[in-house]
């Protein structure tokens, strides 16, 4: 008789612990559930905010947001011969920084030094065959050795394999800028073509930020800025070359972006800057069927919205502003109603009368 109720009794207990262990269990489950269903609900309050202002950010005029000071920075600007590398310089000199010119070009990167005469701020100019990446390897040891540092950098140009060396400063704002076009059909270019516009317009970037992005990174400080193009977002006919190089460069600047934010270099600043064709020669002979909604850019309104990004922090600037519509609704597009956009802008026909920089050359 004791036997059996000896052993009801340790049944009873067992079924009380497997009841309180499933209770146990149920709990966690619960807990983790919630725990899930609150942090999921944080991220999309948190992704709802962030659109939010950014979207609100995006079309705030120029010149309201608050602006951070680069005065007394050093400034290297690749392709600084002519276009956008020249205006920068002569605008990042107005904001006190001084300037260090890199082109192949060496009459205009004389000709940009001249302009900086005036300006009051140091100038260092270097001739740079901005495709061969050893030529650029032994212009950046120079360019460490004779002016001392660099706190901007502007361009994207700087290649090859560099001893580390000690710096006195740090590159500040690295803004990866110069670029060339063919403006031939993929058939029409020539293998040598082809390759260089990636190595100028795409694989650059990646070797500047190797050689000058470290001391960011090592002192948390610093702003890259990568002048990309709205044909690094999108396809045009008559710029398959191009289109590729500037797509590259695009994928180097939000890697590298999400590099720096997984490693927690949260003072190292990224801008990544979408213009449309812009009138500083290089496009000479584009034109737009929808000048309105995609004008044709003015190279001082294009380096107003750069500065732009540079003082405010700005992670993504589309020049002009339509671009954001675009870009931001093309993914919810077949292929079909891409085309048929494409169409109606005539996009496939802007390259039709293309000259270029070197057409504008001859007539001088």
């Known amino acids: 008789m004791c036997s059996r109720v ?3 009794q340790l049944i009873l207990e067992d079924n009380a612990k497997n009841a309180i262990s499933a209770l146990a269990t149920t709990m966690s489950l619960v807990v983790d559930s919630l725990l899930s269903i609150g942090e999921f609900g944080w991220t999309v309050a948190q992704l709802l905010t ?3 202002i950014d979207s609100v950010k995006t079309f705030i005029p120029m010149g309201v947001l608050p602006r951070k000071s680069i005065k007394g920075d050093i400034c290297l600007i690749t392709g600084a011969g002519s276009g956008l590398g020249r205006l920068m310089a002569l605008e990042f000199a107005k904001h006190g920084c001084d300037i260090v010119l890199w082109d192949v070009n060496e009459a205009g990167n004389a000709e940009t030094k001249r302009m900086l005469k005036s300006s009051g701020a140091r100038v260092w100019s270097y001739t740079v ?5 050893k030529d650029i390897a032994a212009k950046a040891v120079m360019v460490k050795e004779e002016v001392g540092g660099i706190e901007i ?5 700087l290649t090859g394999d560099v001893p580390s060396l000690t710096m006195t400063k740090i590159i500040r704002i690295q803004v990866n800028n110069a670029g060339i076009v063919t403006g031939k059909k993929l058939f029409d270019c020539t293998d040598d073509e082809m390759e260089k516009t990636m190595a100028v317009n795409c694989n650059a970037c990646l070797y500047t930020m190797r050689h000058f992005g470290q001391s960011m990174v090592e002192r948390n400080h610093g702003h890259i800025i990568t002048i990309a193009s709205i044909a690094g977002k999108l396809g045009v006919a008559g710029l398959v070359d191009y289109c590729a190089s500037k797509h590259g460069a695009v994928g180097f600047h939000e890697a590298m972006s999400e590099e720096l934010r997984l490693i927690k270099a949260d003072g190292v600043k990224t801008s990544l800057i979408c213009p449309y064709y812009t009138n500083t020669g290089m496009f000479d002979g584009v034109v737009t069927n929808a000048p309105y909604l995609l004008p044709i850019l003015d190279s001082s309104y294009v380096i107003d919205c750069i ?3 540079v003082l405010t922090n700005k992670q993504e600037y589309f020049i002009p502003k339509f671009l ?3 870009t931001s609704t093309f993914g919810f597009y077949s292929n079909r109603v891409s085309a048929l956009m494409s169409d109606y802008f005539k996009i496939g026909e802007t390259m039709n009368n293309f000259k270029g920089r070197k057409a504008i050359e001859e007539k001088k």
């Open 153 to 157: 950098l502007s361009g994207a140009e």
């Open 307 to 309: 500065m732009e990004a």
């Open 6 to 8: 000896r052993r009801y």
């Open 50 to 52: 962030f659109t939010l």
């Open 324 to 326: 954001y519509l675009t």
């Open 129 to 133: 065959d901005l495709a061969d990446r």
